[in-house]
């Protein structure tokens, strides 16, 4: 199975959190993990407001950023994802930014997997729904 993480997950891979052991096991489980080129960004954001708030060292920083792609078995470009992942935020009424995610979901015949709460809230009972996975939950079988 080909499963799409967004940013919330890949921070537990670096940075010890809530559900962190459901991260590495997600790791280790052997699935295809994909995301758009956008988790740089906002992994990179990440680690600089966690550096900002004393919570991690700067080598930590480095390593969330530059070991980042090494995880994942794909990275796909935000540009051939930017219009669907409009009309997603507009159909759900959320940040385009988290809809790259599904966008990527969508065009790749994928599961999304995220620890993102308000994303969560936002699919729920929509389409989407079929597509998120929350971090923790059991995966589904194919």
């Not at 967004?6 to 993990?33: H, M, N, P, T």
């Not at 389409?127 to 939950?137: E, K, M, N, S, T």
Request: proline share 3%; glycine share 6%.
């Amino acid at each position: 199975m080909t499963l799409v993480v967004d940013a919330s997950v890949a921070c537990k891979w670096f940075v010890a959190e809530s559900d962190s052991d459901a991260a590495e096991a997600l790791l280790a489980s052997g699935q295809s993990l994909l995301a758009p080129d956008l988790i740089i960004a906002e992994l990179c954001n990440v680690a600089w407001v966690k550096l900002r708030r004393g919570e991690i060292v700067s080598d930590q920083a480095a390593g969330m950023v530059d070991g980042l792609p090494e995880l994942l078995d794909q990275i796909v470009s935000s540009a051939q994802l930017a219009s669907h992942a409009l009309n997603i935020a507009n159909e759900l009424d959320h940040p385009a930014y988290d809809c790259f995610y599904l966008a990527a979901a969508g065009q790749h015949g994928a599961r999304m997997i995220t620890d993102d709460r308000r994303l969560l809230s936002k699919v729920a009972g929509s389409v989407w729904a079929q597509r998120v996975i929350r971090l923790g939950d059991d995966l589904p079988v194919d």
